[in-house]
Structure formats: C-alpha cells, structure tokens
C-alpha cells in the first residue's frame, strides 16, 4: 500500500480501501523522504504493511511457548525416530532431568521396567494407527523413584500426513493414585486392626471357594467371638478395649498361615478363612493355635489384659450346594454352640445341630414354658472343712429336669436367656427355693449357710436389694446371714461400683458374699478391696490343675497370698481327689467343694450325706506349710510337669522332649541349690537324688526307643516310669523340712 503526500497527494487503490475500511488489523508504516533531482523534498513516501497476520501469528507462537513452558504437565517432544528434542520444565521438575540431559536421549531414559515390551508394542501399533494413544504408565525418576503418569502421546503429521515428530503430554497421578488406594484400603480394611473388613472378606472367601474346588481342597470358616470383651471396655473404657483389639488381632494374625485370611467383622467378631486343606483334621491345629492367640495375655500400660475365644467352624465345599453367606452364617452358629459349650473352644457346624440352634429362637419360650411348668429343679453341692470334717454350706446349682431330654446342666440353657429379663425371673426363683430347701433342712436339724449364683442382669437391677428383702421376708426362719451370693469375678467387674454397693447393701442385711470363679478375672489388688465380698472361690481350672502344673501352682498359691492380706475367706472349689485336697491344706486353703468331697446331689439328699459323710483320714493332719517351705511343693509339681511333657512328646502333642539331663530339668535345679544348704546332708536327700537319677536313664531310655519309632514298646514301658515317678513323690516327702515338722504322714503319691 503505498501513498505519496505532496501539493497533490497521491495514492494507491489499496489505500483506498484502507480509507474507506477505516482503520482496522495493525499497520506498520514506513516513511520515505523524496527528493527531486537537486536534492529538494518533494514529498514522503507512505509505506503503509499490514502485519495483522504475522503479529496474530507470533502471539500464537508466544503462546505455544508459554504453553510449552509453564504448562503444569510435563512435555516432551521427540523426532520420529524417538530421540527427544525438545522438554519443557514440567518434564524436568517431573522426572528430575534437566532439558540438557534429556536432549538427544530417547524415552527410554525414563522406563521402569514395570511395563512390558508388548505393552509398548500396542502403545506403537496404535499410535501409528490413531495417531495418539493415552494410558497411564510406570515410569522411573532420576532419582531412582517409580511413579504413574497419565501420558497422551500424539503424532504431528505434515500436509502430506507424514508423521514430522510425536508430542508427549504427561502428569504426574502418583498422588491420585495413593489416595485411591487409601480410599480403597478404607473400603476394603477395618481401619482398627488394618485386617480385612467384612467387604474384602467376601470377595476372599468367594475366590477362595472357586480355587479349593479346583483343586479338590477344603477350606475351614472359622467365626471367632470373643469371651469376656465387653468387661475391658466396661472397666477401662473403649480406647483400652480398642488398643487390646488391635494387639490380640496382630498376634491371631500370626497364628495363622501366610495365605489364610483374618477379617474383623466389628465389635469382637473375627473370622478367619483357613486355605487348602487336604482333610477336616488338618485345621485343629491351626484353630488351637488361633484360640491361644486369642487367650494369650496383652499387656498395656502396666496392665494385664486376657479374654478367650469361642470359635465356630463350617467347612466348604458340602454335599449341599452352599454360597459363601450360608457358610459364614453356619460358621456364627456354630460359635453359639461353642459359647454353650463353655467357651474357649471351638466346635464345628453341623447339620443335625443346626436344626437344635434353629429351635434356639424357641427355646427362650422353651425355658419360659419350663418355668411354669415347674420343670426346673435346685441341686446342692456340699461346701467342707477338709481338716475338720465340718459342712460349711451347700451351694445350690440350677438344672432343667427336661421332658424329653433328661436332666440338663445349666450350660445348656443359661446362656441362652443371660442378657433376657427371663434370667432375672429364674435367678429370683432359685433365691425362693434355695430358701425353701434351707427351711426344709432346718426343721430336720441341719442349720448350714445356703449359696446361689446371681446373674450379671439380676446383679444389675437398680432394685436388686430390695427385691432380695421381699423373698427373704418370705422366709421369716432364715437368718439373712444364712445366706449366701455367689457373684462371678467377671460379673463383678462389668460394673464394678455398682456391684460394690449392692455388696455393700448385703453387707449391712448380713447376708454373705462370694466372689465365684476367682482368678479367671483380674483379681487385682485395687478393685478387690473396693469389693466387700468375704469369700474367694478359687476357680476350679487352676485347682484341677496345679499338681502337675507349676504356673496353676503359682495362680493358686497368689490367690491365697491375696486372701490373707484382704482377710477374705479362701475355697477351692473343683477338688476332683484326695491329692488335690492334700496339696490345699499344704498352701494353707482348708476349705473345699468338688467331686473329690460330693457331687451335687438332690435337696433331699443332703441331711443324709451330711449324717454319712467323713473327710478322708488323709487330710486330718496335713500340715499347712510355712513360706519357706513350699519350693518342696513346688519341686514335686516341676516333676510331676516333667513326666507330663515327656508323655506328651511320646504321644506326638510336643515335638522335644522336657531337658533329659538330670542336672537340666527344674527339679534337677531344684536339687543342685538344695545340696549346697543343710538338705544336702540328709540321708534322705541323697536317696532323693539317686531316685531322681533313675527316672531320667528310664527316660532317656524311653526317648532313644521313640527315636526309632518303637512307640509301641514305649507307651508299654509307661507304667516303669509312673512307679518310678510315684517313688521318686514318696522320697520327697521323707525330706526333713527346715522347720523341723514332716511334711506329710501318708504317701500323696497315690494317684500315679
Ligand atoms: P459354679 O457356680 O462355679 O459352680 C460349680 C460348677 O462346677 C457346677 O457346675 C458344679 O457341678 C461343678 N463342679 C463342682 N465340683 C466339681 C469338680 O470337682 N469337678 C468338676 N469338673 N466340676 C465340678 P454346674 O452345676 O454345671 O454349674 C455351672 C455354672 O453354672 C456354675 O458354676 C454357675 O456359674 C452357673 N449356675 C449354676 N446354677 C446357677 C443358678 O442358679 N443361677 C446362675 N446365675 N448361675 C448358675
Ligand atoms: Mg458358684
Ligand atoms: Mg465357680
């Protein structure tokens, strides 16, 4: 566009139309003077360009570089044949390379290997075919860190479609991708104990039922619940119960094997999936070792903490056609039966069963039809003096003497209505018979105290005390301190200052209280003493067991310590013999109730039993030992303890055997320290010593016939060891105690 000014300025027809057009795109104007031939301006030459578009197209390359440079995804351009030319800062601060060191490199700099190479065959097949490809892809940092990246490449073709070079747009989604995951994680696990949730456990067991059927397997369900649990929450708070949960759930995780299943169901309910098993015996092993798991102490901020579990098993496949929720459902009911059955243990589901717990919903009316119609009857188990031969009390225990199915102990049926206000109702009629009973024998000349065993939701009622007057005024000839409650320990802990007061409350009426099952709680100090009950019963698994085994021994032996210091009356309650008997009056503990002294019996029973009975002679002059004294008791339980490990190493239940060095075991121990003081002088304990010796080479010998599987003559040769055993009891009691007393005058070794 040119236009000359002068006198008679002139222009061309583009400037025309740039007149007309007005102003409009970007000009760039140059101005040229002219001059004539003496050198005189004679006008200026206008040279008007019109840059519109080159400007319009330098924006647009300054904005691509813009782009390019400050877009928060990472770019790389790279020629055909993949060596990259160019980055943009994204990519480096991404990757951590800077452009100097990705240029001339090819996208390989950056592979982690976590692809394989016909994934970028595909990726290749289809960029040549789409001319772009997206997808998301592992790649590896500068610094050696793998991350994910969301990665579109596309191919710039010329006009003639060519490709000229591929453009590669990428973010970083590594941060996506971790919170996917943790929303994942949150949906899938018990974010507690970080075991599967009952979502995940789902898809597990459904998976798992496809791959044991393939393999012509078994898989065990096991649905564990916990006993005892709501007592940690009742008396040390949720957050307590919550740091106890995720402890037992690490340490029952590890009871089981690496591709068995865990999940937490909520609450204490747990179920594990036990994988591939080549028969239904082969998972009692790992469902004992998940039942120990769960009994197992946790210790937690100075405390010591300990519940059990009942556990229910249902197996896949069956004979019928089961899904994955029938069978967890047949696993939960067959935990109630566990729970029935004492708890603690495990019971497996089956059909015949199943149709007693479907009646289970009925049996609430059951019970309540068994009530009217008189179908539940008391027994009383004597209470003794094993010194002195007195009776000392009955305790009265319910049975349901059932129309079809015979007498039945309260296990079967207590459970089923022990949260039920119906548990209330029956408590309050035992209280009324018991009485009644007690009223019977006082008129046949028999005054003794009578016990009976209160509920946890009868201890609970707000009214507790005043409805106990109400039965009591019932009964005007029973003094209220002929009357006895038996409280459980773990009861008692539910709520412990209620409990406390309502004890306090029968206190102050004179009736008596016992703390039941002593020792299966926490029997701490500090709540004892805020409980008023005079009586500790001394639960019947440590009594059972404390002959042959050295902690119930130890249980025992605290119980005692703790009952003399609180003043509170100590019984053994489970003393099966005589032996049992004896090792109590020994530990100082006089008082006794079990099969070993009678078992329970009909109310009408008891005023002739109490005519016939006598203690057994041996128990009239056990003496109770003092402190120093018991490492002999102990010394004969580490021995007894020996010859049961040993038996059980024969039997196949441990894999070794107990020390078979004289000097090893415990009792050799024992020995080694005694023989330094004034025992060792004894002729007796040098007696004691060669008999020890002996019960060792039997035993070595024993263990070298079991070597070379000769059980057979093992398991024949047992009663050599149980005589040697028996001997080796007797000689221990010839040693001369310190104090100057015999220890005992008849043999306590008569049960071998
Ligand atoms: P418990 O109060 O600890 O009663 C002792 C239980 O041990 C009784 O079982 C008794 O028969 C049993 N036993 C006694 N001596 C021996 C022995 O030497 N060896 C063995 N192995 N067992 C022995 P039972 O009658 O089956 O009662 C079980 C539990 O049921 C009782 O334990 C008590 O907690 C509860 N119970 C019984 N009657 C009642 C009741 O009327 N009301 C409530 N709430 N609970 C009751
Ligand atoms: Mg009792
Ligand atoms: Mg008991």
């Given at each position: 566009m040119l236009a000359v000014k002068s006198a008679s300025p002139k222009i061309n027809e583009e400037w025309l139309t740039f007149a007309s057009d007005g102003y409009r795109g970007l000009f760039e104007t140059t101005k040229v003077p002219m001059l004539d031939g003496d050198g005189h301006l004679i006008g200026v030459l206008g040279v008007a360009h019109n840059i519109t578009a080159r400007k319009h197209a330098e924006e647009q390359l300054h904005l691509a570089a813009s782009v390019f440079t400050y877009a928060r995804e990472g770019i790389m351009i790279t020629a055909t044949d993949g060596s990259i030319i160019d980055v943009n800062e994204t990519f480096c601060s991404i990757t951590g390379y800077s452009r100097e060191e990705a240029i001339g490199q090819t996208p390989k700099l950056l592979s982690s290997g976590r692809q394989s190479a016909s994934f970028y065959a595909k990726m290749w097949r289809t960029l040549a075919k789409d001319g772009h490809w997206s997808g998301e892809i592992w790649n590896r940092r500068k610094s050696g860190e793998v991350f994910v990246e969301m990665l579109t490449i596309s191919a710039v073709r010329d006009a003639q479609g060519r490709t000229e070079h591929y453009v590669a747009l990428f973010s970083d989604i590594s941060k996506i991708k971790e919170h996917e995951r943790q929303l994942e994680h949150i949906a899938h696990f018990d974010s507690l104990t970080a075991l599967p949730n009952r979502v995940l456990l789902a898809d597990r067991l459904n998976q798992a039922m496809v791959?044991?059927?393939?393999?012509?397997?078994?898989?065990?369900?096991?649905?564990?619940?916990?006993?005892?649990?709501?007592?940690?929450?009742?008396?040390?708070?949720?957050?307590?119960?919550?740091?106890?949960?995720?402890?037992?759930?690490?340490?029952?995780?590890?009871?089981?094997?690496?591709?068995?299943?865990?999940?937490?169901?909520?609450?204490?309910?747990?179920?594990?999936?036990?994988?591939?098993?080549?028969?239904?015996?082969?998972?009692?092993?790992?469902?004992?070792?998940?039942?120990?798991?769960?009994?197992?102490?946790?210790?937690?901020?100075?405390?010591?903490?300990?519940?059990s579990g009942s556990v229910g098993v249902a197996f896949y496949p069956q004979i019928d056609d089961v899904d994955a929720d029938q069978v967890l459902r047949q696993a939960d009911q067959a935990m109630y039966q566990a729970k029935l059955a004492g708890k603690n243990c495990f019971h497996h589901f089956d059909p015949d069963q199943d149709r007693n717990v479907r009646?289970?919903?009925?049996?609430?009316?059951?019970?309540?039809?068994?009530?009217?119609?008189?179908?539940?009857?008391?027994?009383?188990?004597?209470?003794?003096?094993?010194?002195?031969?007195?009776?000392?009390?009955?305790?009265?225990?319910?049975?349901?003497?059932?129309?079809?199915?015979?007498?039945?102990?309260?296990?079967?049926?207590?459970?089923?209505?022990?949260?039920?206000?119906?548990?209330?109702?029956?408590?309050?009629?035992?209280?009324?018979?018991?009485?009644?009973h007690l009223e019977e024998w006082q008129a046949q000349g028999l005054d003794i105290p009578v016990s009976v065993n209160i509920g946890a939701l009868q201890l609970q009622q707000a009214d507790f005390v005043e409805r106990l007057c109400d039965i009591l005024a019932k009964h005007p000839g029973v003094k209220p301190s002929r009357l006895e409650l038996e409280v459980l320990e773990t009861s008692a802990l539910r709520d412990i200052a209620q409990v406390s007061q309502v004890l306090h409350a029968c206190m102050e009426l004179g009736i008596m209280c016992a703390l039941d099952d002593f020792g299966t709680g926490y029997s701490s100090l500090s709540y004892l003493k805020r409980l008023p009950a005079q009586i500790l019963k001394i639960d019947?698994?440590?009594?059972?067991?404390?002959?042959?085994?050295?902690?119930?021994?130890?249980?025992?032996?605290?119980?005692?310590?703790?009952?003399?210091?609180?003043?509170?009356?100590p019984i053994a309650e489970g003393v099966e013999t005589v032996e049992h008997g004896i090792m109590l009056l020994q530990l100082g503990c006089d008082f006794a109730q079990g099969y070993g002294v009678a078992r329970p019996m009909p109310a009408d029973d008891?005023?002739?039993?109490?005519?016939?009975?006598?203690?057994?002679?041996?128990?009239?002059?056990?003496?109770?030992?003092?402190?120093?004294?018991?490492?002999?008791?102990?010394?004969?339980?580490?021995?007894?303890?020996?010859?049961?490990?040993?038996?059980?190493?024969?039997?196949?239940?441990?894999?070794?055997?107990?020390?078979?060095?004289?000097?090893?075991?415990?009792?050799?121990?024992?020995?080694?320290?005694?023989?330094?003081?004034?025992?060792?002088?004894?002729?007796?304990?040098v007696s004691l010593e060669a008999h020890h010796r002996q019960v060792h080479k039997l035993a070595a010998e024993l263990v070298a016939l079991h070597t070379a599987y000769k059980t057979e003559d093992v398991m024949k040769r047992l009663p050599e060891l149980h005589q040697l055993r028996a001997d080796l009891l007797v000689a221990l009691l010839k040693i001369k105690p310190r104090t100057g007393y015999r220890l005992l005058r008849s043999s306590g070794a008569s049960d071998v």
């Open positions: 791959q044991v059927r393939r393999r012509d397997l078994l898989l065990a369900v096991a649905y564990l619940d916990l006993d005892g649990f709501k007592t940690i929450n009742d008396l040390y708070g949720h957050q307590m119960g919550d740091r106890f949960l995720a402890a037992l759930a690490s340490r029952m995780k590890l009871a089981l094997r690496e591709g068995d299943t865990l999940a937490r169901l909520g609450g204490d309910e747990f179920v594990a999936v036990l994988l591939d098993l080549p028969d239904v015996p082969a998972s009692e092993v790992l469902l004992q070792r998940l039942l120990n798991a769960a009994a197992e102490t946790v210790q937690i901020d100075g405390l010591t903490l300990q519940v009646g289970q919903n009925e049996s609430l009316s059951h019970i309540r039809q068994a009530l009217d119609a008189r179908q539940f009857v008391l027994y009383f188990q004597p209470k003794v003096n094993m010194r002195s031969g007195a009776l000392v009390g009955a305790e009265a225990l319910i049975r349901w003497l059932h129309p079809e199915r015979g007498l039945l102990p309260p296990a079967m049926f207590l459970p089923v209505i022990e949260d039920h206000p119906l548990a209330i109702e029956l408590g309050e009629w035992v209280i009324d018979h018991a009485l009644t019947q698994s440590f009594v059972r067991n404390m002959l042959d085994d050295p902690d119930d021994l130890a249980i025992l032996d605290g119980v005692l310590g703790l009952s003399t210091a609180f003043r509170r009356q008891i005023v002739a039993w109490s005519q016939r009975w006598k203690p057994d002679p041996r128990w009239s002059d056990v003496p109770a030992l003092s402190r120093d004294e018991l490492p002999l008791l102990y010394a004969g339980v580490e021995h007894r303890a020996w010859i049961v490990g040993l038996e059980a190493y024969f039997k196949g239940a441990r894999k070794s055997p107990p020390p078979l060095d004289h000097q090893a075991c415990r009792f050799g121990v024992w020995l080694n320290t005694e023989r330094l003081g004034s025992r060792g002088r004894q002729a007796e304990f």
